[in-house]
């Protein structure tokens, strides 16, 4: 390994230490010089399907055999993602009395996909890693299909978007992207496993900018509006965490693959909401998933520390010890 190499992947497993520190600093950026960053919104759809095309280089065949192996688990696991995140928002923007933009992008960020760092959080966490990359994996695939049909049954038959227009965005940032790193990671495995340590830092980096340029074009609504909307988005985030675990209790699920389902359940892939709400409707759309960005890898990180410490309760229980970037 070149020096060189050897700094960026040392940068790289840096960025993945402190990514919700480094999410929340582009925050920060965001307020204090709105003008000068609001035109990296123009680059969302762009950069989220870099960090797409990522994801799709650390999958592999294997990763997608869970799901005949452990169909009820997998299954389960789909269920909570695609019910409780997008009911909750819905009604915890009621109960806000968030409307319009707001209520559009909080029903956004619960109807996407399982969130780009999860895979990361349940590995830290002693869960189920193999579950928590199929369910991030098969979720991705799909969010086409299922994200489209969620937003407008929970924010209204009168949005100015139908159903193919978000389904092609949604396959062009988020489907097409994945399946390429897949198909590319099937033919050259050996040239892909040489750049795997460093993919951890473009997606880092790719956070940011997008937050960064969200809460520049937002720094307004933020000022006016932002504690209630990080309020509800805190709510939104510890509803999907503790929903998902309960949910993987009853189903009767071991406490590592509940850890997995939780963590899930309760991160989103915020950059897709965020992507789709400056493609379709507004900035101001944008910003429950860039709040959410932020909040969502700090409370991660939180919930992976406090787990971490806590020993699985029966054995057999240990997670595997593939970890995805």
């Known amino acids: 390994m070149t020096q060189r190499g050897g700094i960026v992947r040392r940068l790289a497993e840096l960025a993945g230490t402190w990514f919700g520190l480094l999410v929340l600093l582009g925050g920060v950026v965001g307020m204090l010089v709105p003008e000068q960053v609001s035109g990296l919104t123009d680059y969302v759809s762009l950069l989220l399907g870099i960090i797409m095309f990522g994801m799709g280089l650390t999958l592999r065949a294997a990763d997608f055999a869970l799901v005949a192996r452990r169909p009820l688990a997998v299954l389960f696991g789909l269920l909570a993602q695609f019910v409780i995140m997008p009911f909750t928002a819905w009604g915890i923007a009621q109960l806000f009395g968030l409307t319009g933009a707001l209520l559009v992008g909080m029903v956004l960020v619960g109807s996407a996909p399982g969130g780009t760092a999860s895979n990361v959080i349940v590995y830290l966490a002693k869960g189920d890693v193999a579950l928590s990359v199929t369910l991030t994996s098969v979720s991705t695939l799909l969010a086409p299909f299922l994200t489209p049909l969620?937003?407008?049954?929970?924010?209204?038959?009168?949005?100015?978007?139908?159903?193919?227009?978000?389904?092609?965005?949604?396959?062009?940032?988020?489907?097409?992207?994945?399946?390429?790193?897949?198909?590319?990671?099937?033919?050259?495995?050996?040239?892909?496993?040489?750049?795997?340590?460093?993919?951890?830092?473009?997606?880092?980096?790719?956070?940011?900018?997008?937050?960064?340029?969200?809460?520049?074009?937002?720094?307004?609504?933020?000022?006016?509006?932002?504690?209630?909307?990080?309020?509800?988005?805190?709510?939104?985030?510890?509803?999907?965490?503790?929903?998902?675990?309960?949910?993987?209790?009853?189903?009767?699920?071991?406490?590592?693959?509940?850890?997995?389902?939780?963590?899930?359940?309760?991160?989103?892939?915020?950059?897709?909401?965020?992507?789709?709400?400056?493609?379709?409707?507004?900035?101001?759309?944008?910003?429950?998933?860039?709040?959410?960005?932020?909040?969502?890898?700090?409370?991660?990180?939180?919930?992976?520390?406090?787990?971490?410490?806590?020993?699985?309760?029966?054995?057999?229980?240990?997670?595997?010890?593939?970890?995805?970037?």
């Open 150 to 325: 969620l937003i407008l049954l929970l924010a209204g038959s009168d949005l100015p978007v139908g159903f193919g227009d978000m389904f092609v965005s949604i396959a062009q940032v988020v489907l097409l992207p994945v399946l390429a790193g897949i198909v590319l990671r099937a033919i050259a495995d050996r040239a892909v496993q040489r750049v795997l340590p460093y993919l951890p830092l473009v997606s880092v980096l790719g956070i940011v900018v997008v937050v960064t340029g969200i809460v520049g074009a937002n720094a307004e609504t933020i000022a006016t509006s932002g504690w209630l909307l990080m309020l509800a988005v805190v709510v939104h985030n510890a509803a999907g965490l503790g929903l998902g675990y309960g949910a993987a209790r009853l189903a009767g699920l071991d406490e590592s693959a509940r850890r997995a389902v939780s963590v899930e359940v309760g991160m989103q892939n915020s950059g897709l909401a965020s992507s789709l709400a400056t493609t379709h409707f507004t900035a101001a759309a944008a910003l429950p998933g860039a709040v959410f960005s932020v909040w969502h890898n700090l409370s991660g990180s939180l919930l992976a520390s406090f787990w971490a410490r806590r020993p699985l309760r029966r054995t057999g229980d240990e997670p595997s010890e593939r970890a995805a970037s």
